[in-house]
């Protein structure tokens, strides 16, 4: 009972700060006034946005594609059944920039070529990324369970792109860990490269959000391996991303959304992204001043606290577990532990 009281109010403040999130919005448009809102609508107009665009990759009969999820669980618009001359990767479909998008707007609004949901099977939103750029203890409630500073700088690791896969595939238990864990992220996809860009700039060279599982062995994150985090963060299947890839426009504000993670349908994880230390732009600020970024470059921005190490006694994920990572306004995903 007590169970089911936590989830329904969870679901409740969920849809309130959903609500909120719109009016603030609102809002902020209202306040910068009527020529500002206009030149927001020409903008995504002429960047060919529409709003809830949630771009996916997908299998069906025909083998790889991409497409257009009307709504999260809904049908999807086969963007290469409407214009056969589009790739078939979001990477590929990002280097062509503005004209993609201005495609896929054509096809939301064509209502045709869509594919029943039962037909296709979601793949990661992005694949074979040049990077997947991650950020350690970037929320402050996560900080303030370790009993540790919120740093002052970004704290920054990678993980191999060949860690990801889709929003309900399994994750596999590495035999070499007894100590897996769980971390809920929001995370967001490059749009167009870019080097040394400025914070006021950022937003500009960002596709999207999607959800992120930063999957963890800690005994080899923190104990093994001279501490580096790498290999504990990079085993195979270790970085779940999707159900989609959700345009920048379509989301009321990334650092006022929900964030939850559960384990076998319970809550372990339950904050917001207005907790994040240094948000979308920051980071994009900060790790082009080292590294070129590419369209498809997937950066992890943080989990917030409830992960199973700093529980008491530390709990940890085993064979069998489902784990469900949930953000408002983007989605689900579901991967069992095998």
């Known amino acids: ?38 030149q927001c609508v020409h903008l995504c107009a002429s960047r060919g946005i529409v709003s809830n665009m949630r771009l996916v990759q997908f299998t069906c009969s025909d083998g790889m594609r991409l497409g257009i999820e009307q709504k999260e669980g809904g049908n999807v618009i086969d963007l290469n059944s409407f214009e056969p001359s589009l790739p078939h990767t979001m990477r590929q479909f990002l280097e062509k920039g503005d004209s993609s998008l201005a495609i896929a707007k054509k096809a939301v609004e064509s209502g045709r070529n869509i594919r029943n949901r039962c037909e296709v099977t979601l793949l990661p939103p992005i694949t074979s990324p040049d990077k997947v750029i991650c950020v350690g203890m970037n929320y402050v409630d996560h900080c303030l369970e370790q ?27 590495p035999k070499e860990s007894n100590e897996v864990d769980w971390e809920v992220e929001l995370a967001f996809v490059i749009g167009k490269k870019g080097k040394d860009i400025k914070s006021d700039e950022a937003m500009e060279y960002v596709a999207g959000f999607t959800v992120a599982h930063d999957v963890s062995a800690r005994d080899w994150q923190m104990k093994r391996n001279g501490k580096q985090w790498l290999l504990g963060k990079t085993f195979d299947t270790f970085c779940p991303l999707g159900p989609a890839l959700v345009t920048k426009d379509s989301l009321s504000d990334p650092h ?5 993670c559960r384990v076998n349908g319970e809550i372990v994880q339950n904050s917001n992204t207005d907790q994040m230390i240094f948000k979308t ?27 199973g190490v700093f529980r008491k006694p530390p709990c940890f994920l085993k064979r069998g577990d489902v784990v469900e990572c949930e953000i408002d306004e983007i989605g689900t995903i579901r991967n069992k532990v095998v």
């Open 1 to 38: 009972m007590l169970r089911v009281f936590k989830s329904l109010m969870t679901t409740l403040i969920g849809s309130a700060r959903r609500v909120c999130n719109h009016l603030r919005h609102s809002h902020h448009c209202l306040s910068k006034g009527v020529g500002y809102h206009r």
């Open 147 to 173: 009993n540790v500073p919120i740093p002052k700088e970004p704290i920054i690791f990678s993980k191999f792109p060949s860690s990801i896969v889709g929003p309900y595939d399994d994750i596999i238990h």
């Open 256 to 260: 006022s959304l929900g964030i939850r």
């Open 281 to 307: 732009e920051a980071l994009i600020a900060w790790i082009s001043q080292f590294v070129t970024l590419y369209p498809g470059d997937v950066f992890l921005t943080g989990t917030p606290p409830g992960v």
